[in-house]
């Protein structure tokens, strides 16, 4: 199974962007959270700024929108640059004309479930996604600590992608550290945000190999 690591930037200096996106060039994707003030009390950037980092970077944007009304505002990710959108699915009005306006922008369509939020509600959506992202802490903010609590939904979640077959990533954001990172590759997910684990290191392209080589054990 392919691994995935994507650090995210909100750990980043945001007054350097593009020479933070260099300092992590294995990275496979660059991990960009939106936050609104309304869907989480945060607020990050929008689509001129991933439109910035778009240009800016090596690697694909992986656009994670925490904002209400994702149906109206995720194509302008999409048109930004961004390779993948993630929306809320507790924020989605039409989660499924959402993912399909997505994929027809040719972009990696993504659904995000907080960590209260069950799967199986959502089981017959899958085949419209390429991507399903668990939270395994509160979305909003950085630095948080794992909640464990997730890893069955986690196993849950690898269990219904494999009956649907296809190639839908799970990515797992939020705590992701080389403490965490194997229970999440154990449990089945493949694709992997890290944010204060990668920036805060000394070498932040190290840890972003350490993590792989972790998640790939
Ligand atoms: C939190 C964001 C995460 C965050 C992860 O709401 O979605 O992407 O940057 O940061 P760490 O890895 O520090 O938990
Ligand atoms: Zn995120």
Redesign the pocket.
Known sequence: MGIRIAP?I??ADFANLQAETARVASADWL?V?VMDNHF?PNLTLGAPVVEAIANAAAQPVDA?L?IEDPDRWAPAYAEAGARSVTFHVEAAHAPVRLARGLRSLDVRASMALKPATPIEPYEDLLPELDMVLLMT?E??????KFLDLVVPKIRRTRELLDKHGGDIWLQI????SADTIERCAEAGADTF?????VFGADDPDRAVRELRTLAQQ
Not at 139 to 144: I, K, L, R, V, Y
Not at 193 to 197: K, T
Request: proline content about 4%; hydrophobic content about 40%; charged content about 10%.
């Open positions: 995210s909100l750990s991990h959270d989480v994670h925490m802490v979305p909003g903010f950085g630095g948080q954001d939020g705590g992701v945000v890290a944010g204060s684990a």
